[in-house]
């Protein structure tokens, strides 16, 4: 936990010398980003642990019944698990390595008591696993999703006491990146796949689905409620079976820009629908990845290279789309690159440090004259980008340094 860095700031205001305004990055200023650089080097990847639980509190406000399972593949960092889970957060998790990553940090903490914690902590919510994974979780009675027949054998046969949901496939229209074309049984099918997953021995305990990511048409979400409540209804009608958990998954978007409309306005037409739709004891579960981690990390790279082509100036930073940028390929989000220094500004391209020349973060920036040992950072960019990063010719991932305010 990096406190120092705060606090040396707070020490230098008290000091008084020369009061400048500090530009604020949402809560992060510059300074004490230029501070972290100085003592870390860069690249780094700053990670603001109040921001992170001022997000969970804020859905939690205005979605008061939906249990949070937040999604590890947005920021798996161990830390962010940690933070979460004292506040209450369980986890969606998707791969033996992130049930790991969550079990291991959560498994220790005081507020872990429960013997059948697993049930209201983890969902394993990948509905293709490995038969070599279902057999490592099946001690944990783990709750999975399923969305088709071969699952459902596979299931019987290697982790007989998990729960299952069954996730269904939805619209997606309007979504940053879509998931329907890979996940989710067809509702026509749904009423059959969950009476044939009781006849093999296996119980369903809910419904799941999601709308896409950064999912900004809120209809998606509504037409996937009423698309569950009729399942649900045929499940008791046809099979006698009823339906305990409803899990509305991911897809809350994140303000990226100003245009894009607040959880306020999507959350009251949830919790509208959910009521009107599904009985008061039915479990509502939500898996947000991306609103729970995006606006919490800022990156501070470095210029290390400098050309001018073609009469544009080109600066080559220590970071790039084979790493904390990689959001740009996998997630469809473009990152601002912005300068710590002020000046005239001119149409800059940006390069990361790969000998790739796909490792372009943009070709239009507005940049000052950078010089080289200049850094830059860029905001928002704590979902789907460390998560992603790799080792591509030898450059590690990001540092990570860790902000509690
Ligand atoms: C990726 C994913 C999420 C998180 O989605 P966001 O759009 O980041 O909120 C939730 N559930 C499942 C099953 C996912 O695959």
Same mark, same amino acid.
Request: aromatic letters at 10%; glycine letters at 6%.
């Given at each position: ?13 008290? !000091? ?12 992060? #200023? ?8 100085? !003592? ?13 639980? *001022? #997000? ?31 506040? $209450? ?23 872990? *008591? ?11 919510? #990948? ?5 070599? =994974? ?53 509702? $026509? ?29 809120? *209809? ?18 046809? @099979? ?22 607040? @959880? ?33 990390? =800022? ?18 930073? #220590? ?32 390069? $990361? ?25 860029? *905001? ?26």
């Amino acid at each position: 936990m990096t406190k120092t860095a705060l606090d040396t700031k707070k020490k230098r205001k008290k !000091k008084g010398t020369e009061e400048t305004p500090v530009p604020h990055i949402g809560k992060i #200023n510059k300074e004490l980003l230029l501070d972290l650089a100085a !003592k870390h080097g860069t690249p780094i990847f700053v990670i603001d642990h109040e921001k992170l639980r *001022e #997000n969970y509190r804020e859905f939690r406000r205005h979605l008061p019944d939906v249990q949070v399972y937040f999604a590890v593949k947005a920021n798996s960092n161990p830390e962010i698990v940690k933070t979460l889970f004292k506040i $209450g957060s369980s986890f969606d998790v998707a791969s033996m390595p992130e049930f790991m990553i969550v079990y291991e940090n959560i498994r220790d903490m005081p507020k872990n *008591e429960r013997q059948e914690w697993i049930w209201d902590k983890i969902i394993y919510a #990948n509905t293709i696993k490995p038969i070599e =994974t279902l057999e490592a979780l099946d001690k944990y009675k783990p709750l999975v999703t399923f969305d088709n027949h071969h699952e459902i054998l596979k299931i019987r046969d290697h982790a007989p006491h998990a729960g299952l949901v069954l996730r269904i496939r939805v619209p997606n229209t309007g979504s940053m990146v879509e998931l329907s074309s890979k996940f989710g049984a067809h509702p $026509g099918e749904a009423v059959d796949l969950i009476a044939e997953a009781f006849d093999n021995g296996l119980v369903v305990e809910g419904l799941s689905f999601h709308v896409g990511s950064q999912c900004t048409n809120f *209809e998606n979400y509504m037409q996937a409620l009423q698309l569950s409540a009729n399942i649900i209804k045929e499940v008791e009608d046809r @099979i006698g079976k009823k339906i305990r958990i409803l899990d509305i998954g991911g897809g809350f978007p994140v303000k990226y820009h100003p245009g894009i409309r607040s @959880i306020r306005t999507l959350a009251r037409k949830l919790n509208m629908e959910i009521k009107r739709l599904f009985p008061t004891d039915m479990q509502i579960l939500a898996e947000p990845g991306r609103f729970l981690v995006a606006n919490t990390c =800022t990156l501070v790279a470095k210029v290390v290279g400098k050309a001018v082509r073609d009469g544009k100036p080109c600066y080559y930073i #220590n970071d790039g789309v084979y790493h904390t940028y990689s959001g740009q390929v996998f997630d469809h989000i473009n990152y601002p690159v912005l300068p710590f220094k002020e000046g005239e500004t001119q149409i800059s391209a940006v390069f $990361g440090p790969t000998c790739d020349a796909f490792d372009t973060i943009t070709l239009s920036a507005e940049l000052p004259d950078l010089e080289i040992g200049d850094l830059v950072y860029s *905001e928002n960019i704590g979902a789907y980008s460390h998560a992603s990063s790799t080792y591509f010719n030898g450059f590690p991932p990001a540092k990570v340094v860790h902000i509690n305010r």
